[in-house]
């Protein structure tokens, strides 16, 4: 009986640790904290808000997210770094909002 038992309860405990461990799906309605979501994109983004990068941070990641030929960098009134620039051979402009998200217009 107590190994009928002990084997229930390590079967509870396992099958925990696993619901535990998944991954929420982004919010639709864009309300995502600032935090890294990288495999995720934010449905609203660009995202309004106060912008903690700087202009160097901006340009790394918008470079880093395949973009090239990064030109006339701002940051806009609504916290968001607009720009310039190439991404496969094509002329888009580029915006980076506070969470970290990347959108081509």
Do not use: C
């Amino acid at each position: 009986m107590k190994k009928i038992v002990f084997a229930a309860a390590i079967l509870g405990a396992s099958a925990f640790a696993a619901l535990a461990q998944t991954t929420p799906a982004p919010s639709p309605d864009g309300n995502t904290p600032a935090v890294a979501t990288p495999d995720t994109k934010n449905p609203t983004a660009p995202v309004e808000g106060a912008n903690s990068f700087t202009e160097a941070q901006a340009k790394d990641r918008i470079a880093e997210a395949g973009y090239t030929d990064v030109k006339d960098l701002k940051l806009d009134d609504k916290g968001i770094w607009m720009a310039a620039g190439m991404k496969d051979g094509k002329a888009v402009s580029i915006a980076l909002d506070y969470q970290g998200n990347i959108v081509a217009k």
